[in-house]
Nanobody, 114 residues
């Protein structure tokens, strides 16, 4: 599985961004997709995850603000981020969980600043 993220950038507090993660390769083996983030000096943490069938889970810090979704036909997973805060600043990584383990994307920078 190969993953390519896009959609990061600089946004003001209170603004919105949508991240995309396009998957290719052995996509039939994927049973879950997730978004993780890592800020400088911090460990990588789960932001949101969606399992085949549509069940989702979110970090408490993003509940009500972020939404993960998946377009199976386009092999793409999205993370809609609203009401962004400076503490959301991080490199965001897409991850696919499949039969051979977890595959990571290259990451995309999200910076929330005025």
């Amino acid at each position: 599985v190969q993953l390519v993220e896009s959609g990061g950038g600089l946004v003001q507090p209170g603004g919105s961004l949508r991240l995309s993660c396009a998957a290719s390769g052995s996509i039939l083996s994927i049973y879950a997709m997730g978004w993780y983030r890592q800020a400088p000096g911090n460990e990588r943490e789960l932001v949101a995850r969606i399992i085949n069938g549509g069940r989702t889970n979110y970090a408490d810090s993003v509940k009500g603000r972020f939404t993960i979704s998946r377009d199976i036909a386009k092999n793409t997973t999205y993370l809609q981020m609203n009401s962004l805060k400076p503490e959301d600043t991080a490199v965001y990584y897409c991850a696919a969980d499949g039969g051979l383990g977890r595959t990571w994307g290259q990451g995309t920078q999200v910076t929330v600043s005025s």
